[in-house]
T-cell receptor
Framework: DQQVKQNSPSLSVQEGRISILNCDYT??????FLWYKKYPAEGPTFLIS?????DKNEDGRFTVFLNKSAKHLSLHIVPSQPGDSAVYFC?????????FGAGTRLTVKP | KAGVTQTPRYLIKTRGQQVTLSCSPI?????VSWYQQTPGQGLQFLFE???????NKGNFPGRFSGRQFSNSRSEMNVSTLELGDSALYLC?????????????FGPGTRLTVL
């Protein structure tokens, strides 16, 4: 069962515009959420996280929003840069479980 | 400090064989987790080891096993390989708890089962 879903397998945006990547989860025990970025031939690298006591966390160009009632989180990248082109995974943990989404491939066009 | 290393990087096996993958965590990290990545499935959690003990386990059959040594290095073993086991296997280390600490991933081992 897919307890963490990223419904968009791919996203293409223009350089300088906003990229919004979405993630939905079903398990109400999840209380910690993370985003990872993965380039080809490399392991995922941590990007940003948020705990369930917050609804927003910001780090430079990256902001993660959490809507607990909707069991939805999103990652905003502003402004998007060509170097941001990668696969982005959301992850959720809690209740002795950790799940990842299937990933969204972001392409930022110059 | 050196990152997470995994060996080998690529492996080709045939059905029915067994395979052992190795992971060396970042120095000082005591938690090591293993993941399977297949197209369309994202990362699926296999298990987590801490202080030589399996602490958490994902939903994989018993053919998938692991262990951790006193220096925190970890190995993962898959017995009686099946075609569907072809995947990228990633290990990640974290300081204490893979579920709440930032995980640092290795480059992965690409396993192909023929």
């Amino acid at each position: 069962d897919q307890q963490v879903k990223q419904n968009s397998p791919s996203l293409s945006v223009q350089e300088g515009r906003i990229s919004i990547l979405n993630c939905d989860y079903t398990n109400s025990m999840f209380d910690y959420f993370l985003w990872y970025k993965k380039y080809p031939a490399e392991g995922p690298t941590f990007l940003i996280s948020i705990s369930s006591i917050k609804d927003k966390n910001e780090d430079g160009r990256f902001t993660v929003f959490l809507n607990k009632s909707a069991k939805h989180l999103s990652l905003h990248i502003v402004p998007s840069q060509p170097g941001d082109s990668a696969v982005y995974f959301c992850a959720a943990s809690g209740g002795n479980d950790m799940r990842f989404g299937a990933g969204t491939r972001l392409t930022v066009k110059p | 400090k050196a990152g997470v290393t995994q060996t080998p990087r690529y492996l080709i096996k045939t059905r029915g064989q067994q395979v052992t993958l190795s992971c060396s965590p970042i120095s000082g990290h005591r938690s090591v987790s293993w993941y399977q990545q297949t197209p369309g499935q994202g990362l699926q959690f296999l298990f987590e080891y801490f202080s030589e003990t399996q602490r958490n386990k994902g939903n994989f059959p018993g053919r998938f096993s692991g262990r951790q040594f006193s220096n925190s290095r970890s190995e993962m073993n898959v017995s009686t390989l099946e075609l569907g086991d072809s995947a990228l296997y990633l290990c990640a280390s974290s300081f204490l708890d893979s579920f709440t600490d930032t995980q640092y991933f290795g480059p992965g081992t690409r396993l192909t089962v023929l």
